[in-house]
Every structure is written in C-alpha cells, then in structure tokens.
C-alpha cells in the first residue's frame, strides 16, 4: 500500500481551531500564532515544553566534533549547535498506529 504524504499548514490548523473553537477566523488564527510563538520562547530559552496526551518538545546542545565529507573523505569540523528533538507521547504513538 503506498502512503500519500501531505503538509498540514499553520492556515489549516487555524481553519480547525475556528471550527471546533467557535473563535473567528482571525481569533482563531491570533490563537494559534501565540500559543506556537510561546513555545518557540520557552524552547529558546532552553527549557523542555511537555504537552499532555502529545510529547515533549526539549532542546540538546551538541558539542564540536569532527566530520567527514563522505565524496572526498576530507575531515571537516561540526560547529557546536543547539538541536530541538520530539518525544511523542504513548496516547500519540498508539493514535498513529491506530491502536485504542
């Protein structure tokens, strides 16, 4: 069976909030653009974000290491970096997979 991948947009989650909300279109989509704009912040300032029944959001720093240009085999340095990870929820990974 071949799955059909799509982007859901941020308009498209707006359009949901105004339906199961009742807010207008514009409130609804306000809504969504401060709730995304608080956890950017948070995760900025390196805190974890949890969200019930839907996973946690943390921040990880990396620290410089060596890497390897895989054409050439040159070394090349990895600048450290902060990296963002997803851990979805046990309720989420079951809703994925279809399970009750």
């Known amino acids: 069976m071949e799955e059909v991948s799509r982007n859901v947009t941020r308009a498209e989650l707006a359009e949901a909030v105004y339906h199961e909300v009742g807010l207008s279109s514009s409130e609804s989509a306000k809504l969504l653009d401060q709730v995304l704009e608080e956890v ?19 921040v990880r720093s990396k620290k ?9 085999g040159v070394e090349v340095p990895i600048t450290p970096r902060r990296i ?8 989420l990974k079951k809703q994925v997979n279809g399970e009750k």
């Open 64 to 72: 410089q290491r060596i890497g390897r240009n895989p054409k050439t």
């Open 40 to 58: 950017s912040k948070a995760l900025e300032r390196g805190e974890t974000v949890k969200l019930s029944s839907f996973g946690t959001f943390s």
């Open 84 to 91: 963002l990870s997803f851990h979805p929820s046990q309720i």
